[in-house]
């Protein structure tokens, strides 16, 4: 588990360095979290100043709870208590609260802490919750807090003392994903469980922090009362088109327009402002200038509101100061435990008939139906919502999160993973907040149900200059795709593209296959959409003989007959409808796509009606697409058959990549979910140690010597040859001991890619050799401008396939995998595939599978095959030192030699580089 920052985008290394701070001096640990009721609670270190607030919570206990946690009867929290569970050295004794903002007040509402067992690497754990906040999933949050707290302090267990009436106490141990060992004794239960992460922990973790963001979400686009604060009459104005709109769209709550200077605002009492209305109220819609933002959020606070839509633009966007300010008012919101969406976003809508909630200043009404839609642009959202009414497309639940401050994606695909409403999920994106929590929730909810996704800026980055060949193949869209690749996110290029895919996705079967079935009544047609489906990944087969003699039977001898199915100009809609029967029910047809172009003498609404009684009697595991090449489109008659909606799409390409998207997405949600390599503890200590004491002192970035490396892979179980690093002089004594033939390799200041200087010497075959090599090479680096400092001499591995193997970290996504052909051509050919870690076996082998070079491990020409199993492990477990070493920020192997199948895959040259984690920013 990670403390949760905020949505807003935040540096990665940036993030760590906050996080690893707070994991070496835990009296500095705070997180924001959300619970399991949608409710945002602080979950912070205790401290000296602590002892009225912790005094106030011990007061609030029932005498129950006392008896519970202090296993007998206690009246008060003595002057001696209060400084022993305040005054903790955050050592042997770490102590955590969870608060909420009462009034402005902080208050206690959960108290966790543990004490460390003298002379042992394990901790007593206790817990105190008001009872009036038990059940909220408080305990097993703090749980999991300190957990990552006493493991970072050497910590391997944890065990609490619990009376057998317990039960709830009981719960949490049970239900935290450890294994958890019981043993009784007097109507005591003794539970002990050791800390390390299980995979059963990772998915109770996952699965608690879903369920309290899709609460979280449910209650915001759920509301029984709805006030708009900078309400107006004019319907120009944005606070006057949302409750315009609220008013419109039957909102089946309570309205309240917010409006110092007005007694009455659209036919409903208006109030000067929220804490004078009478009722609670559930969400707020702030549409106010930016200045006066944070008063009204102060209201909103005071008045118990439930959650907060801030439309106001001004904020993050536009300078440091409004940036300061959309923190302050977002971590007020979260301390008074309530949800944000925006700033400077456009609404939020709910089409669910209980609610009809159009909180947005869109012009014009969404109809309800199965796809909820997220923008990250207001001006796009009120196109995209403009656009699935004029594609037919029902909305379930629309969000603008605008700046993101609170409210993201990753907040509404937990909550849309569970919707019933909706069936699909279309995502705008411009920039990804938290990239790491996306990539744990995304591929969870599309196994349920298809993301589609734009993702605006693919060349904004550009290419960054680089000192490795990692970085130099490596670029922002590069990391996007490898997350959406991961995660099973259908990504598009434009915002069509994604009406296209989601309008498929959103009334049709997924396809069983790649096998396209084409009806036209033109060739040109017929052979754009063949093209554009071989270019998409699908097939169009030959069909069976039966299907062939039944369509010979009635269409003209100059008819098409190899797939396409060109019926010629003259096609009836008797002709249309027998060849879609006959061509859907072909046993090697997966898919249907039936084009029409009009000629002159046919009318378009018999030939709809044809294409929907043809469709009707199609396998319904089958999906049937149809494109109408005309300027008035399909005949709405189309949708009126047994079958029910038939896509339709204005020309062949948009289709063949709708279905190509469906297609991939089926294939995704088939595939296994795959396993990670994971690192015991003694790997994570000697990593750390390394890390730690390479960049003792260092104000900068640098460059690990070969010992240092060799350390790091050594502790992943990375094979490499046997190699000696010596000074010049001494390298006829190393020679011998590394054994013949070696390579000598420069060690020189300035030097990146040796073979560009001439700093390898191969095939040394005796210590005279070496020695020679040696004074070559000084003889080249003295040419190049620089000093032989060191030689690397290692024994040589000869043949075998050379692969590349490296990372690279970006600001934003973290680090960056790349597998690839290698070598000193490997820029220049480009043969790579990316993942983010962790990489699981599934994903290494697909990275694989996407190489050009591939076709060389199953042994090219009469060429030996290579290793794959040993590269996948190999790739697996690099994923793993980049995810235990967040100051990695290079890492080349290249070239990796892929030996044959058995034989494993050698690292023959590497790089590393690491860097002092950025401070973090107060």
Known sequence: MTPNPSSESVPRDEAEAKERAMLADPSLYQSEEILRDGRSILVRAIHPEDKDRLREHFQGLSNESIYFRFMGIKRELSDADLKRLTEVDFHDHVGLVATLSDGGRERFIGVGRYIRKPGKARAEVAFAVLDEHQGRGIGSLLLEHLRRIAQAGGIDGFEAEVLSNNQRMLEVFAQSGFKVAR??????????????????????????????????????????????????????????????????????????????????????????????????????????????????????????????????????????????????????????????????????????????????????????????????????????????????????????????????????????????????????????????????????????KPIVAVKAGRTAAGKRAASSHSAALANLDVAVEALFEQAGVIRTNTLQELFDVVALLASSPLPPGPRVGVITNAGGPGILLADACEAHGLTLPKLTDGTLAGLHAYLPVRAGFTN??????????????????????????????????????????????????????????????????????????????????????????????????????????????????????????????????????????????????????????????????????????????????????????????????????????????????????????????????????????????????????????????VCGMGGINAELQKDVAFRLPPVTDFDAAQMLTELRISRLFDGYRGAPPGDRDALIRLIMRISALAEAVPELSELDLNPVKLLAPGEGAIVIDARMRVKPLAPARG
Not at 380 to 407: E, K, P, T
Not at 656 to 663: K, N, R, V, Y
């Open 564 to 817: 396409p199915i060109d019926m010629t100009a003259g096609a009836s809609p008797d002709d249309y409808a027998r060849t879609i029967e006959l061509v859907g029910a072909d046993s090697n047809v997966d898919a249907l796509v039936v084009i029409y172009i009009p000629p002159m003498l046919t009318r378009p609404g018999e030939i709809a009606d044809a294409i929907a009684r043809g469709a009707a009697a199609v396998p319904a595991a089958k999906p049937v697409l149809s494109v109408f090449l005309s300027s008035q489109g399909a005949p709405a008659r189309i949708q009126c058959g047994a079958r029910g909606t038939i896509r339709t799409y204005e020309f062949p390409e948009n289709a063949a990549l709708a279905l190509a998207a469906a297609w991939r997405y089926a294939r995704f949600k088939d595939r296994p979910q795959g396993a990670v390599e994971t690192l015991d503890a003694p790997a994570l200590a000697t990593i750390r140690e390394a890390v730690n004491r390479a960049l003792e002192g260092a104000g900068a970035p640098r460059w690990l010597s070969h010992g240092e490396i060799t350390t790091l892979l050594g502790a992943v179980d990375v094979e490499a040859p046997v190699a000696e690093e010596v000074a010049p002089a001494d390298v006829r004594a190393a020679a011998a001991r590394v054994g013949f033939p070696l390579v000598a390799k420069a060690i020189a200041p300035g030097i990146v890619h040796k073979t560009e200087v001439g700093g390898v010497v191969m095939n040394i075959k005796s210590a005279d050799e070496a020695e020679q090599a040696a004074r070559t090479l000084q003889e080249r680096m003295s040419a190049a401008g620089t000093e032989l400092e060191r030689v690397l001499l290692q024994r040589q591995v000869n043949g075998g396939i050379e692969m590349l193997v490296g990372m690279t970290s970006d600001p934003t996504f973290g680090p960056l995998l």
């Open 183 to 448: 043993s009784f004794d007097s109507g005591t239960v003794h539970v002990y469980f050791p800390i390390g992460e299980t995979p059963e922990f990772r998915a109770m973790s996952l699965a608690r922090e879903r369920a309290a963001a899709a609460r979280s979400i449910a209650r915001l686009l759920g509301p029984r009362s709805v006030a708009v604060i900078g309400a107006s009459r004019a319907a120009d104005k944005i606070g006057g088109a949302i409750l315009a709109n609220l008013i419109r769209d039957g909102f089946t709550g309570a309205i309240f327009p917010i409006n110092p200077n007005a007694a009455e605002i659209q036919g409903l009492r208006a109030y000067p402002n929220v804490s004078a209305v009478e009722q609670k109220i559930d969400l707020a819609v702030v549409c106010l200038p930016a200045a006066t933002v944070e008063a009204a959020v102060e209201d909103c606070i005071h008045a118990q509101v439930g959650n907060l839509v801030v439309i106001t633009s001004g904020f993050a966007e536009v300078s440091d100061e409004g940036r300061q300010l959309e923190r302050r008012i977002c971590s007020a919101v979260r301390a008074a435990g309530m949800r944000m969406v925006g700033p400077n976003c456009m609404g939020v809508m709910n089409t669910d008939p209980a609610v009809s909630l159009n909180a947005t200043f869109a012009p014009v009404p969404a109809a309800q139906g199965n796809v909820a839609m997220f923008s990250q642009s207001g001006a796009l959202g009120i196109s995209m919502l403009d656009y699935a009414r004029a594609r037919n497309l029902g909305i379930s639940s629309f969000i603008s999160a605008g700046n993101r401050a609170d409210v993201s994606s990753n907040d509404c695909l937990a909550y849309w993973a569970q919707d019933r409403a909706t069936a699909v999920i279309g995502l705008y994106l411009e920039s990804f907040g938290n990239p790491v929590k996306f990539a744990r929730i995304a591929p969870a909810v599309a196994r349920l």
